[in-house]
């Protein structure tokens, strides 16, 4: 007899346990969708000049 084939069958222990909101292929991240480089230089620019003129944009007072 095989002992192992008897009982529950094992549960998979490589599934995420739930879908994330940016997963790749979804609406808000699909796939082969890259962000511009350019895009990513503005932001950085300009949460520079928000840290340089002394305000935050992240909601702090």
Do not use: F, I, W
């Not at 549960?11 to 699909?30: D, F, I, L, M, Y």
């Not at 230089?41 to 909601?59: F, I, P, T, V």
């Amino acid at each position: 007899m095989d002992y192992g084939k008897s009982g529950n069958p094992k549960n998979v222990k490589a599934a995420p346990k739930h879908r994330e909101h940016n997963q790749k292929g979804s609406k808000a991240n699909p796939y082969g969708a890259t962000p511009a480089k350019a895009e990513l230089l503005a932001r950085m620019k300009a949460a520079a000049e928000a840290r340089a003129s002394g305000r935050s944009d992240k909601g702090e007072a």
